[in-house]
């Protein structure tokens, strides 16, 4: 017989971070996740981490007297039951930020990955064999060098983290301020030289859209085999994005959400419109972010290439998509946050899973690099992780750490993540807007 959940147990974490620009605003000097426990009855533990927010721990609350007492082997029927009873809460929304605004998603996956970490360790299996029709596709994965545009912490009296007793290039240019091409393609080789990443992706939404094409263009130069991408979370008009990046096109691989809602269209539209004229491939995490918006998106013709974070996707339902894109002509790749180790081996797990040729998927990992909070975080090497070969998600918790990130939390009184604070350093009165770039004001 499988084992049964006897205790869950959630603990609000944070980390600190850059001051990594995008059309939410700049990231402040800390971000804010949630690692769920869960233990069991042969003594083992499965986590789970995700992003945090005073809905998703109130949604993990209602949550444990469904999973506590449930057999590991009925993780299906208990993640049925979880489902249901946040859909009683009612519809939820994405929001126009950049990040996922919805409860019931990140409160479904973290209890998901922490039932399969047991479910693996039970049938000695790691979860990447376990997940989606097919198991294990691979046992390597390849990760994307995440870049942005930074803003300057002296500019500011928060405590960004500075660059004490530097490793390499990496420590030291991640934590500076980063708003010109140069700047960008120095970012880049620093990751380049620790990660050996070969596709770089740059955050968009922050200065005028000319001047990020032009970012592009020095790092195409800088790297000309690299994969390339640039998202602004769709802050462009169709007609702006088809006139900047018309001229670079060659560069790209695909542009990731280039346009958006805009007028009376919606960005199904506008994207798919902007597709056409182009002809370049589109990537999106903002515009097909459940199956009825897939299903009106390819319908449409919006987008090549979705990003199925799994944090928001769910980790079966992400390998689903993986799964349809591989029978429909599509190509799979994962969104990221800010995130610690465990969200890094839940993504490589699906990635792994995902069928087919995938694209390699991003990471805020090199942002956070150093503050783990399990024994030994996945490590990118050459730009990719290797799919771990050990029972469950193959990470084990650092019990002091987690408490260190745990502290840190409850010192910050945050309660959810706010990118207009630290921009109000760099502009007074500093407002969202998910039509202007964050510095054009
Ligand atoms: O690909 C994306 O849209 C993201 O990674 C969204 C994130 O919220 C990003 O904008 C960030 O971390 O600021
Ligand atoms: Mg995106």
């Known amino acids: 017989m499988l084992p049964t959940v006897t205790r869950m147990t959630v603990v609000p974490v944070a980390g600190y971070d850059s001051f990594l620009l995008n059309l939410s605003g700049g990231h402040a000097p800390w971000f804010i996740r949630c690692v769920v426990i869960l233990e069991d009855s042969a003594g083992h533990r499965g986590v789970g981490e995700i992003p945090c927010s005073d809905g998703i721990l109130q949604g993990l609350d209602q949550c444990e007297a469904l999973v506590v007492g449930s057999s590991v082997a009925a993780l299906k029927g208990t993640l049925e039951r979880v489902r249901r009873r946040l859909a009683a809460n009612g519809r939820e929304e994405r929001g126009r930020q950049t990040f996922d605004l919805r409860v019931a998603v990140h409160v479904i996956t973290a209890i998901e990955s922490a039932l399969f970490d047991l479910m693996g360790q039970a049938v000695a299996l790691p979860v990447a064999d376990l997940l989606g029709r097919y198991g294990r596709q691979r046992d390597e994965v390849e990760a994307l060098g995440y870049l942005f545009l930074l803003g300057d912490p002296a500019r500011t009296d928060l405590p960004y983290p500075q660059p004490e007793a530097p490793r390499d290039r990496w420590d030291e240019v991640r934590r500076r301020e980063a708003l010109t091409p140069e700047a960008v393609v120095e970012l880049a080789r620093a990751a380049h030289e620790r990660y050996g990443f070969r596709d770089f992706k740059l955050k968009g939404g922050v200065l005028e859209p000319e001047r990020e094409a032009d970012c592009i263009r020095a790092l195409h ?24 990046l018309t001229p670079i096109r060659h560069m790209l691989s695909y542009a990731e959400d280039p346009c958006g809602q805009e007028q009376s269209w919606s960005g199904r539209e506008t994207m798919a419109e902007f597709r056409r004229r182009t002809g370049l491939p589109t990537a999106t995490n903002m515009i097909a972010t459940d199956f009825k918006q897939l299903q009106y998106a390819l319908q449409v013709g919006a987008v090549d290439i979705p990003l199925a974070d799994c944090h928001f996707w769910t980790m079966q339902g992400a390998v689903t998509v993986g799964e349809l894109c591989h029978e429909w002509g599509l190509t799979w790749g994962s969104h990221s946050n800010n995130h610690f180790d465990i969200s890094l081996a839940m993504m490589t797990h699906v990635a792994a899973a995902c069928p087919g040729e995938i694209t390699a998927i991003d990471t805020h990992w090199i942002w956070q690099d150093g503050q783990r909070i399990t024994r030994e975080p996945l490590p990118i090497r050459d730009g990719r992780l290797r799919v771990p070969e050990v029972p469950g998600l193959g990470v084990e918790l650092d019990d002091s750490k987690l408490e260190q990130a745990h502290r840190l939390y409850r010192s910050l009184d945050v309660r959810q993540r706010d990118d207009a604070l630290a921009m109000q350093y760099l502009i007074e009165g500093w407002q969202f807007d998910p039509k202007r770039p964050a510095l054009v004001r």
């Open 221 to 244: 130069e800088a790297f000309p085999e690299a994969r390339l991408t640039l998202d602004p979370n769709g802050a462009w008009s169709l007609e702006e994005a088809v006139r900047v």
